[in-house]
């Protein structure tokens, strides 16, 4: 059965609050019931504030928790200040002991072969817990709108990235220009996201406004791959007051 709850809150402040608070008593919850827990995380300017709070909490176990996470841009240097290898050694591996940190590598030389890597692992283990942002297109890690169905039969694939995505990047500040934003990058799929017992997505700002509209009461469709959420049977989408504002 899909669940799809909506929670609208004051302002980013506080949907990190709730998002890291919702975390952690999962995570409790899971490692009472199991020795191991597998998150995928995200990256972008929404996760900022949660993953500080949630890194904070004393009450988890890290050393019983996995990580993997959603993308990468291809041929960028572990090390490049906007890869999101960058991002999360710095806000989520830095701060904890965790049993386990697997990165996809966007410097790699054989993408395919880097698909497959990283679908193994995926499937080594149920994932327990994913957390998302929305692109301003939509996008759902980096599942871009396109016209074909979520049909794909990976785990993880290579995408070519919108000019929208690639602008918003340079708007962010994260690359000082478009020619220096990657075209391409490497994504755990819309089935994959799927297979994740719990999700927990994080969209907030006037900028998303409109594409929340849509993703919330337009038809579930892949031109707004965020939609699909949806058909998830646990999903929380956090808001705040200016991204649910249209609703
Ligand atoms: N590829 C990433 C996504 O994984 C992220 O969730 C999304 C939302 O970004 P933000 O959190 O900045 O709104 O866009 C980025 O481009």
Redesign the pocket.
């Known amino acids: 059965m899909s669940s799809l709850t909506v929670q609208i809150h004051e302002d980013k402040y506080a949907v990190s609050a709730e998002a890291a608070r919702i975390t952690q008593n999962y995570l409790m919850e899971t490692l009472n019931k199991q020795d191991e827990a597998t998150v995928l995380l ?6 900022i504030k949660f993953l500080e709070a949630l890194t904070d909490s004393r009450k988890i176990d890290w050393s019983r928790v996995n990580f993997l996470h ?2 990468e841009y291809l041929n960028i240097d572990k090390d490049h200040p906007a890869s ?1 290898h960058t991002y999360l050694r710095a806000k989520v591996e830095n701060k904890i002991k965790a049993k386990s940190f697997n990165y996809l590598l966007g410097d790699t030389l054989e993408p395919l072969q880097e698909c497959i890597r990283y679908s193994k692992l995926l499937r080594r283990r149920q994932v327990d817990i994913c957390f ?4 301003v297109n939509g ?4 599942n871009e709108p396109q016209a074909e169905n979520f049909n794909d039969f990976d785990l993880v694939k290579i995408v070519e990235l919108d000019l929208n ?1 690639r602008c ?2 340079v708007d ?1 500040n994260y690359f000082q220009s478009i020619e220096n934003v990657p075209k391409y ?1 490497l ?1 755990v799929t819309i089935p994959m996201i799927l297979s994740v017992k719990r999700i927990l997505c ?4 006037e900028n ?1 406004a409109k594409i929340v509209k849509i993703m919330l009461q337009n038809n579930i469709s892949s031109k707004c791959p965020s939609s699909i959420l949806r058909q998830h049977s646990d999903t929380t989408l956090l808001l705040d007051k200016c991204s649910a504002s249209l609703l």
């Open positions: 995200a990256t972008g300017n929404s996760q959603l993308d999101f998302l942002g929305v692109g996008h759902l890690a980096f995505t918003s990047q962010q990058a994504t994080l969209a907030t700002g998303k």
